[in-house]
């Protein structure tokens, strides 16, 4: 991957731009990620030759469209291994395949005194649906503390599972620590108990080969923008048997098999998830990242993207009265970091400057900031597209400005 890095990087038309004058150096891949030109074209394309809405049309343009969209549905299928397209529903990212998810199996399976579990270090987005589900059926919420190097302190999980569990809901990768959780372990100790497991892929898919037979969890979701794709896209995967017994989420056209005041039916998967005109033409084009992204080879992917970590773990630790929150023995390319004395904002603020954009503050994960008693953190998260020059170039800049906000 090193030797095709400056091929790669031509693949990404916003590398080749400059901030405050500077050459473009782009951290910030765990926020969202940037687009290859075939994901840009594949837009553009659509937009002018191919746009009419999906679905019932009996016209060219309506089935031209509607094929692309199925296919860009077996597309995602064949990416993480489902059985079927009826798994593979479109969403508007992992924000809303969670609401999907704690929305419509809470109705179908939560009543009263029932327990959810989710853990320390989650974003709020798989934490925030559960509460709202628990404030809505009175159900409990419970959760898997992390240790201070921030991995899971998975024994503590036997205890927290009970005849009430109905469901856990974990990150695959935190956003805010880059541990990678050991889901598959998670999983089993769930099944052996019937409880089954949504895994929050959200900074993982882009990293980690995911096959979601061999982990064999219930609900796999992801966003399209952090995986090279469009904003307003995303995955929700879920076992069929579990899908089909769900209530479903919104109402409107689509979702429905017939309609009359008396009673309305609804249709089969994964229609029945998916109401309204949906967002086809940037699902079309998420097709196409994750075409990009399986011709680069996530095994590659993920060599590469370790090795920056590796490097600018190194480079990082240099530096004086730096401290590196999260320290997991296993963990993508994201490296969260205070600076003693420091703003983060400050720092982020001086770093914008010189061309580098990374992310300050909480990363929607509160939690983990309060388990380090912490306002918030530095963070830069790499991509294949970075290179070992610019982590020189992040170190320097940091060894500039730090004397300065002293
Ligand atoms: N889960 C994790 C682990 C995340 O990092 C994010 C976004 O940063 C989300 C969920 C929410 O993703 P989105 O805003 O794309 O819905």
Known sequence: MKEQ???????FPILGTQVNKKPLVYFDNAATTQKPQIVIDTITEYYSKYNANIHRGIHFLSNFATDATEKARETAQKFINADSIEEIIFTSGTTEAINLVAFSFGETFIKKNDEIIVSEMEHHSNIV?????????????RVIPFNDLGELELEKLHGLINSKTKIIAITQVSNAL??????????????KANVPVLIDGAQAVQHIKVDVKELDCDFYVFSGHK??????????????EILEKMAP?????????KVSFEKTTYNSLPFKFEAGTPNYIDSIALAKAIEYITDLGLDNIYKYETELLEYATKELKKINRLKIIGEAKHKSSVISFIIDGVHPSDAGTLLDQMG?????????AE????????????RASFAFYNTFDEIDSFVKSLNYIIPLLK
């Open 5 to 11: 890095i400056e091929k790669i990087r031509k693949d």
């Open 178 to 191: 880059g541990t990678i959780n050991p889901i598959k372990e998670i999983i089993k100790i769930a099944h």
């Open 227 to 240: 995986l090279y794709g469009p904003t307003g896209t995303g995955i929700l995967y879920g076992k069929k």
């Open 129 to 141: 649906p559960w509460q709202m589900l628990c404030e809505r059926k009175g159900a409990i919420l």
């Open 367 to 378: 939690p983990v900031m309060q388990h380090f008693g912490i306002g918030g953190t530095i």
């Open 356 to 364: 580098i954009a990374i992310r300050t503050g909480t990363h929607c």
């Open 249 to 257: 989420y919104k109402g409107g056209g689509e979702m429905i098999a």
